[in-house]
């Protein structure tokens, strides 16, 4: 609940402050109370450099308060300007001849000073008596950061006041509407990017002003890109033509009256559309470098990564990530002695979303690749290379997209760009998920490259079909065999019993027969 009370508090003490008036003064001077005779004059300060011992009547709260405002003299109810008024408090003493009052620009370190004088009447006829003294004839700038002293003139040691002040900035509102720098104008654009030009239409500025504009890239500055251009405040047309090279989110317009030190204004119109600075990729053949350097400010992580072979993922590769804070010194990112491989990438990360760039996709760098054959009982794993490269062979059981655990099986072997160059491993090694990882150990940053789902050899399953096959013929011969034995047993035995009946038989029963048979056979008529 403080918490609450005290922002609650800041708010309407800054809310005030921007909507304070400035008072207004018709002339600048110096007053001072009613019944003192005062005068001022420049000084340099030189003469009152230099301090005395106070006599032991003097006070040293001779001098009483200094209080510091800013003061708004306008000519004619437009013309304003903004000067400081200084009013300090004094015990008048025969030994005071007057005061002086200094201005000291923090910024630029100029100084003004005045000599307020008493005359010599006055200081002895109403000593010991309070005068008040106003003077409100120093300029100041919007903003400006400022210290003050007031001495008294003798200059005694230890008799002094100092007291810091910030003037008021263009955020306050009668400052903002009256004072000339803070007219910065309003602007207005209008993008043709087939000419590739930025209209600006310029309002709200001083009358018969001239008036700035211009491109500029911003950094911790807005830094020229060279397209500048002028408006005379006694035309009418109140418009410029712009050329860019390119929209860059940095790319704005600023404007800006001309006068010395007028506030400027800014307008970067394209701060969002970020896809284009990661285009900036640069490969060096000499020292197989690759490197990105930003045209705009940007907090970004970069990682070189591996397209995978849908094209729908890239996946990092390890220590190879690195940061490019927004207001980072150095800009580029580099990588040393890079894989050109094509399917090796860059990924940017922000806030709003990653992109992914394949510098060398296009195939117009040294690349190699990695092909297998099945063997007699093993895996023949080939590598062409358009230049001198090493190569790490693993065999692995696929995990995840990212990782392949290895099974043990780890090989070397180096290529150049005359022939091909193999190696041979088991046949034995297969299965769905069994995968032949190789890359470059002759380089920092190389792409992984997978064969996955390793089907077993050729010549294996041939061997494993004919034993296969010759089991089978063998069984069916087998079974054959045996029932071509079995018909002729069969056969046998009924010839052996039809014989043996025929003989136990008398010739009467054999003739009764066949006169039975020959009476069923005959048809019979009706």
């Known amino acids: 609940m403080l918490l609450d009370d005290i922002l609650i508090f800041l708010v309407i003490i800054l809310g005030a402050s921007d909507c304070q008036i400035i008072p207004r003064i018709e002339e600048c001077g110096l007053t001072c109370s009613q019944g003192f005779h005062c005068k001022s004059k420049p000084s340099t300060?030189?003469?009152?450099?230099?301090?005395?011992?106070?006599?032991?009547?003097?006070?040293?709260?001779?001098?009483?308060?200094?209080?510091?405002?800013?003061?708004?003299?306008?000519?004619?109810?437009?013309?304003?300007?903004?000067?400081?008024?200084?009013?300090?408090?004094?015990?008048?003493?025969?030994?005071?001849?007057?005061?002086?009052?200094?201005?000291?620009?923090?910024?630029?370190?100029?100084?003004?000073?005045?000599?307020?004088?008493?005359?010599?009447?006055?200081?002895?006829?109403?000593?010991?008596?309070?005068?008040?003294?106003?003077?409100?004839?120093?300029?100041?700038?919007?903003?400006?950061?400022?210290?003050?002293?007031?001495?008294?003139?003798?200059?005694?040691?230890g008799v002094k006041l100092s007291q810091e002040y910030y003037v008021e900035d263009c955020r306050n509102n009668d400052v903002g509407k009256h004072i000339p720098v803070c007219f910065a104008g309003k602007l207005d654009y209008n993008v043709d990017r087939a000419r590739k030009t930025i209209s600006v239409n310029v309002s709200d500025f001083l009358q018969d002003q001239d008036y700035y504009v211009r491109l500029c890239h911003k950094w911790f500055t807005c830094e020229d890109v060279g397209s500048f251009a002028l408006i005379k405040g006694k035309e009418s047309l109140k418009s410029i033509s712009l050329q860019y090279a390119q929209l860059l989110p940095c790319l704005c317009i600023e404007g800006w009256s001309a006068i010395p030190d007028a506030r400027r204004t800014q307008l970067c119109p394209f701060k969002n559309d970020t896809k284009v600075l990661w285009d900036s990729i640069v490969y060096n053949p000499a020292t197989h470098t690759l490197a990105w350097e930003p045209a705009c400010p940007v907090h970004v992580t970069v990682n070189l990564c591996r397209l995978t072979k849908s094209n729908d993922e890239c996946v990092d590769l390890q220590n190879s990530s690195n940061t490019a804070p927004e207001k980072s010194l150095s800009k580029q990112v580099k990588y040393s002695r890079v894989d050109t491989h094509p399917r090796l990438c860059m990924k940017f990360t922000t806030k709003q979303g990653s992109w992914i760039r394949c510098p060398f996709a296009h195939g117009n760098f040294p690349a190699w690749k990695m092909r297998i054959a099945a063997m007699a009982e093993q895996i023949q794993i080939s590598f062409m290379s358009q230049t001198n490269a090493r190569f790490s062979v693993l065999v692995c059981n696929k995990a995840q997209l990212s990782s392949c655990e290895s099974v043990g099986t780890r090989l070397s072997v180096s290529a150049d760009d005359s022939h091909p160059t193999s190696v041979n491993i088991s046949g034995e090694i297969c299965g769905s998920e069994i995968c032949i990882q190789a890359w470059r150990t002759d380089v920092d940053y190389s792409v992984p490259l997978q064969i996955c789902d390793i089907q077993c050899t050729l010549s294996s399953q041939s061997q494993e079909d004919d034993e296969n096959s010759l089991r089978i013929i063998s069984l069916i011969a087998i079974i054959l065999i045996l029932a071509t034995m079995m018909a002729l047993l069969g056969h046998k035995i009924l010839t052996v019993f039809h014989r043996k009946k025929h003989e136990d038989r008398s010739p009467a029963q054999i003739i009764r027969q066949s006169f039975s048979t020959r009476v069923k056979s005959t048809p019979s008529f009706h």
């Open 45 to 157: 300060g030189i003469f009152n450099s230099f301090c005395r011992d106070a006599p032991a009547s003097l006070s040293s709260t001779v001098l009483k308060s200094m209080k510091l405002s800013t003061v708004m003299k306008c000519v004619q109810g437009s013309q304003c300007s903004l000067h400081l008024s200084i009013k300090g408090t004094l015990n008048l003493d025969e030994n005071i001849r007057g005061l002086e009052i200094c201005s000291l620009s923090v910024d630029t370190q100029q100084s003004h000073c005045v000599n307020v004088r008493f005359s010599r009447k006055t200081s002895n006829k109403l000593g010991g008596r309070k005068v008040h003294v106003q003077f409100n004839c120093f300029d100041v700038n919007v903003a400006q950061h400022i210290y003050v002293t007031m001495k008294t003139i003798p200059k005694y040691c």
